[in-house]
């Protein structure tokens, strides 16, 4: 771990539009803070790509690229956690019955595999709906101390 | 640097050379028009450089997907080159690592395709 992991917390939070642009800044700043929070080099690749997969199921499956509706996107670097949230305003939808991206019949299919690889690179992955109609995924990865 | 793609022909083998993100948006789309274009002028044997590949998402995934069937139900062989680590273990845990035809040597690829 970086010597300058014995951290503050930090907490950041961003109103986005539903943009590529907003994709690619999300991740920035996602990779910047899990540095500074001292989230290991090897695992700052896997912070970013579940970023990216959220930020982009946010705008373009959840908001539709909808100029009115906002991502809230958030990350807090807390002692032990490093923790990002995405929501969208979109129209929501199913989560529990998602096909398996590894399943024989599913996996030549060229979409379908966002949720399976934030799963992978995080140690924990929530999603919920929101009261407001939208929906929330949560991404944590732990610091591990030495 | 989003993507970069330069095509060469190596005998019978079209080698699309791949450099930079390839990602939902720009880079997905040069990759998926490079590949539409071989197929429409007839190409059977593609290979695909990934050597200089920095990033790759699932929107990445899947045109990889979508070009290897493309080229596939076309009549064609679509293989891949040079992997690294991050990209090998992207279609390790997808599971389509064993899909494609990978190859970390470009002369053993092009003799693959005879």
């Known amino acids: 771990m970086p010597e300058n992991a014995s951290h503050t917390p930090e907490t950041v939070e961003r109103l986005m539009d539903s943009t590529l642009e907003s994709v690619d800044s999300a ?79 599913n996996l030549m299919k060229t979409s379908g595999r966002g949720i399976f690889l934030m799963r992978s690179f995080m140690d924990d992955f929530q999603i919920r709906h929101l009261g407001s109609g939208g929906t929330e995924v949560t991404l944590v990865k732990n610091l591990v101390s030495k | 640097m989003s993507v970069k793609l330069t095509t060469r022909q190596v005998g019978d083998v079209s080698v699309i050379d791949v450099a930079g993100r390839i990602t939902l948006g720009e880079g997905s789309s040069a990759l998926r028009e ?26 990445g995934i899947g045109e990889l997907v979508s070009g290897f069937t493309t080229v596939t139900n076309s009549g064609g062989n679509l293989k891949l ?32 395709f005879a």
């Open chain 1, 27 to 105: 991740e920035e700043l996602a990779v910047k803070m899990a540095e500074r929070a001292g989230v290991e080099e090897d695992e700052l690749i896997k912070v970013g790509m579940a970023v990216r997969e959220s930020m982009v199921n946010a705008v373009v499956h959840g908001n539709r690229y909808n100029a009115n509706k906002k991502v809230r996107f958030s990350i807090a670097a807390e002692p032990g956690r490093f923790i990002i949230q995405v929501g969208d305003e979109g129209e929501g939808f199913d989560f529990n019955s998602l096909p398996d991206p590894l399943a024989p019949e």
């Open chain 2, 34 to 59: 490079a590949l539409r274009e071989m197929v429409g002028k007839n190409q059977k044997k593609i290979l695909l450089n990934l050597g200089e590949v920095t990033y790759i998402d699932s929107s």
């Open chain 2, 81 to 112: 080159l040079n992997l690294n680590k991050r990209v090998k273990d992207l279609l390790q845990i997808t599971k389509l690592y064993t899909v494609f035809d990978v190859h970390e040597d470009e002369a053993g690829a092009i003799r693959s």
